[in-house]
Protein backbone atom coordinates (compact mmCIF):
# COMPACT_ATOMS: atom_id res chain seq x y z
CA UNK A 1 0.00 0.00 0.00
CA UNK A 2 1.40 3.21 -1.00
CA UNK A 3 1.31 6.22 1.08
CA UNK A 4 -0.80 9.68 0.46
CA UNK A 5 0.80 11.97 -2.25
CA UNK A 6 -0.70 15.06 -2.08
CA UNK A 7 0.73 18.10 -4.02
CA UNK A 8 -0.91 21.10 -2.72
CA UNK A 9 -3.83 21.85 -0.59
CA UNK A 10 -3.17 20.07 2.44
CA UNK A 11 -0.74 21.49 5.01
CA UNK A 12 -0.33 24.25 7.49
CA UNK A 13 -1.49 28.07 6.14
CA UNK A 14 2.29 30.00 6.47
CA UNK A 15 0.59 33.14 4.93
CA UNK A 16 -2.55 35.01 3.78
CA UNK A 17 -3.29 38.29 2.50
CA UNK A 18 -6.07 39.99 4.17
CA UNK A 19 -8.32 43.11 3.59
CA UNK A 20 -9.46 44.18 6.90
CA UNK A 21 -13.15 45.50 6.46
CA UNK A 22 -13.43 49.42 6.25
CA UNK A 23 -15.72 52.41 4.93
CA UNK A 24 -16.06 51.11 2.11
CA UNK A 25 -19.21 49.24 3.74
CA UNK A 26 -20.81 52.40 4.30
CA UNK A 27 -20.97 52.51 0.44
CA UNK A 28 -23.43 49.52 0.48
CA UNK A 29 -26.97 50.68 -0.42
CA UNK A 30 -30.06 47.84 -0.10
CA UNK A 31 -29.88 48.45 -4.11
CA UNK A 32 -25.92 46.82 -4.47
CA UNK A 33 -26.61 43.99 -1.74
CA UNK A 34 -26.60 41.00 -3.99
CA UNK A 35 -24.99 42.48 -6.68
CA UNK A 36 -22.15 42.28 -4.10
CA UNK A 37 -23.46 38.61 -2.83
CA UNK A 38 -24.57 40.64 0.50
CA UNK A 39 -27.32 39.21 2.97
CA UNK A 40 -27.51 42.34 4.67
CA UNK A 41 -25.72 45.49 5.09
CA UNK A 42 -22.70 44.97 7.83
CA UNK A 43 -21.82 47.13 11.01
CA UNK A 44 -18.45 48.19 10.13
CA UNK A 45 -17.72 47.99 13.68
CA UNK A 46 -18.97 44.26 14.03
CA UNK A 47 -16.99 43.41 10.46
CA UNK A 48 -14.10 45.06 11.75
CA UNK A 49 -14.02 42.85 15.27
CA UNK A 50 -14.76 39.70 13.02
CA UNK A 51 -12.10 40.27 11.24
CA UNK A 52 -9.56 41.23 14.04
CA UNK A 53 -10.62 38.21 15.93
CA UNK A 54 -10.48 36.15 12.76
CA UNK A 55 -6.95 37.45 11.76
CA UNK A 56 -6.10 36.34 15.75
CA UNK A 57 -6.72 33.04 14.99
CA UNK A 58 -4.61 33.10 12.10
CA UNK A 59 -1.36 34.45 13.64
CA UNK A 60 -2.31 31.94 16.63
CA UNK A 61 -1.67 29.63 14.48
CA UNK A 62 1.18 30.28 13.03
CA UNK A 63 0.34 32.06 10.00
CA UNK A 64 1.84 35.04 8.73
CA UNK A 65 -0.82 37.55 8.01
CA UNK A 66 0.18 40.56 5.72
CA UNK A 67 -2.40 43.25 4.51
CA UNK A 68 -2.81 43.94 0.81
CA UNK A 69 -2.85 48.07 2.14
CA UNK A 70 0.82 47.60 3.10
CA UNK A 71 1.89 45.48 0.27
CA UNK A 72 0.49 48.25 -2.06
CA UNK A 73 2.27 50.87 0.07
CA UNK A 74 5.65 48.93 -0.01
CA UNK A 75 5.15 48.89 -3.51
CA UNK A 76 4.63 52.53 -4.10
CA UNK A 77 6.83 53.29 -2.14
CA UNK A 78 9.54 51.34 -3.85
CA UNK A 79 7.94 52.63 -6.87
CA UNK A 80 6.79 56.51 -6.96
CA UNK A 81 6.11 56.26 -10.88
CA UNK A 82 3.88 53.70 -10.28
CA UNK A 83 1.47 55.88 -8.33
CA UNK A 84 -0.35 57.42 -11.18
CA UNK A 85 -0.70 54.15 -13.24
CA UNK A 86 -2.32 52.52 -10.27
CA UNK A 87 -4.29 55.07 -9.31
CA UNK A 88 -5.69 55.44 -13.00
CA UNK A 89 -6.29 51.55 -13.53
CA UNK A 90 -8.29 51.50 -9.91
CA UNK A 91 -10.29 54.67 -10.85
CA UNK A 92 -11.51 52.60 -14.71
CA UNK A 93 -11.94 49.30 -12.84
CA UNK A 94 -13.70 50.78 -10.28
CA UNK A 95 -16.25 52.52 -12.81
CA UNK A 96 -15.77 55.67 -11.69
CA UNK A 97 -16.68 58.21 -14.16
CA UNK A 98 -16.56 61.60 -13.43
CA UNK A 99 -14.64 65.04 -15.37
CA UNK A 100 -12.37 65.68 -12.04
CA UNK A 101 -10.98 61.50 -13.81
CA UNK A 102 -10.43 62.44 -17.65
Not at 34 to 42: A, G, K, R, V, Y
Not at 57 to 84: C, K, Q
Amino acid sequence: MQGVNVKSEIGNLKKVILHRPGDELLNLTPNTLEELLFDDIPFLEVAQAEHDAFADILRGEGTEVVYLEDLMTEVIDANPELREQFLDQWIFEAGIRTDIYK
